[in-house]
């Protein structure tokens, strides 16, 4: 299995850490031609501002766009920001592709970063690690998202439509490989 990790800023090398642990062969996606050939790609975490603004450099917008509408795409904080099809901001250049509403920043300054143990049902029993760093959530989903997990106030942080996966906070940067195993899942049952 192939995955692409966009590599333009922010959390990449750590996802592709996880992505060979786990046996996937990686490659770091910046130009539109590394797109070729995945089976999967991930988006990590960073500043969705300068990722964005990279994208549109690189050319790689319509080239991700096209890729994402079928190819299982998982967008982490940042990369779920980039994701989204609604973020409330007209300026700032996103895929748009995925049926959630997004705000950007959600926990504030005095809590911008925090770890917390999340139940996941789709991971089995035992809960989930999180660690979020200037986290987004998702305010609203459409039709076909299921809500992977949410916070004990209820709001959301973890969600799929299909074959895209979008989680708020950095499965990345602990010891727990169910999360990147789940998206290896999604990339094995989509029909080539
Ligand atoms: N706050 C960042 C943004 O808006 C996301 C932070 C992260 O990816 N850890 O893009």
New binding site residues.
């Given amino acids: 299995m192939k995955v692409g990790v966009l590599a333009l800023q ?1 959390a990449f090398i750590e996802h592709e850490k996880k992505l060979r642990a786990l046996g996937a062969e990686t490659v770091e996606v910046r130009l539109p031609s590394d797109l070729e050939g995945l089976d999967g790609l991930i988006m990590p ?5 300068t990722i964005g603004k990279l994208a549109v450099q690189y050319g790689l917008i319509e080239p991700l766009r096209a890729f994402a509408q079928n190819k299982p795409t998982w967008g982490t ?2 990369g779920m ?1 980039f994701l989204a099809k609604d973020i409330g901001i007209d300026r700032q250049p996103i895929l748009g592709l995925m049926d959630i509403t997004v705000n ?2 959600a926990f504030g300054r005095q809590v911008d970063s925090f770890e917390v143990d999340l139940s996941v049902s789709v991971l089995g029993d035992a809960p989930f690690h999180a660690v979020f ?4 959530v998702v305010t609203g989903v459409g039709e076909g998202v299921n809500v992977l997990a949410t916070l004990d106030d209820g709001r959301i942080v973890a969600a799929q439509s299909g074959h895209l996966l979008a989680t708020a906070f ?1 499965p990345e940067l602990t010891a727990d490989n169910r999360f990147h195993k789940y998206f290896l899942n999604i990339i094995g049952q989509k029909p080539a």
Avoid: L
């Fill in positions: 922010g975490g960073g500043e969705s501002t904080c940042a920001i950007r920043n760093i200037r986290a987004p950095h």
